[in-house]
């Protein structure tokens, strides 16, 4: 059964500050997704992260997945206050099967 | 392109009542999955469906809970008996026929009281 495991679960941070939250997950997978949801809200994609190796960036947000350690990381550069939100990763089942497995979440902060 | 479709936005049920969640997916997708969201937490798959079919229902509760996608009209989730611990966001996705696109709607908010 696949898990995936997500920390922090909470993060306050400092406008300006850089900090990393990390996903792992338990067996083989193609693909990892990262998600961002404000509250009420549904699941706005942030980067799909197809193969070892690979890095996305978008405005003061990087992710980054490492098959053979079974990680991924999203970094988050000089945070601003737009940046609050519930940061979900998200690891697609290999083979047939077409679920994701969702991380429990971080929820982030961040503080003027 | 008008995305995945769910309504309603917002259910309220009184304990004992059906609920039933509608999904249209995304034009050129043919696979529909549902997930619930409990208060605080990540998503959990539910059922995995392609037209007139259930292809994965491993995460479905055993009683009160069916999904169906017709090969006419939207994907259907049905909750008989509503309890409170069925009081969650039920979101749906969507994807072409590879599972590579998946697309989530808006969600529908069901609080039984």
């Known amino acids: 059964e696949l898990k995936v495991e997500q920390n922090p679960l909470f993060l306050s941070m400092q406008e300006g500050k850089n900090y990393t939250i990390y996903c792992n997950y338990s067996t083989t997978s193609d693909r990892l997704y990262w998600y961002r949801q404000d509250p009420g809200k549904s699941l706005e994609s942030l980067f799909v992260?197809?193969?070892?190796?690979a890095v996305k960036q978008e405005g003061r947000l990087m992710a980054s997945l490492d098959t053979k350690a079974r990680l991924s990381t999203l970094h988050i550069t000089a945070a601003v206050h737009d940046l609050s939100a519930t940061y979900f990763c998200?690891?697609?089942?290999?083979?047939?099967?077409?679920?994701?497995?969702f991380g429990s979440g971080t929820q982030l902060t961040v503080l003027p | 392109n008008a995305g995945v479709m769910q309504n309603p936005r917002h259910l309220v049920r009184r304990r004992g009542q059906e609920a039933r969640l509608r999904c249209s997916p995304m034009k050129g997708h043919s696979h529909v999955y549902w997930y619930r969201q409990l208060p605080e937490e990540g998503l959990k798959f539910m059922v995995y469906l392609q037209k007139e079919n259930i292809i994965d229902e491993s995460g479905m509760p055993k009683e009160r809970f069916s999904a169906e996608f017709p090969k006419e009209g939207p994907s259907i989730l049905r909750i008989q008996q509503v309890v409170r611990g069925d009081s969650a966001a039920y979101f749906c996705?969507?994807?072409?026929?590879?599972?590579?696109?998946?697309?989530f709607g808006s969600g529908t908010r069901l609080t039984v009281v």
């Open positions: 996705a969507s994807s072409p026929s590879s599972p590579y696109g998946y697309t």
């Open positions: 998200a690891v697609l089942s290999s083979g047939s099967a077409r679920q994701l497995t």
């Open positions: 992260l197809l193969s070892n190796g």
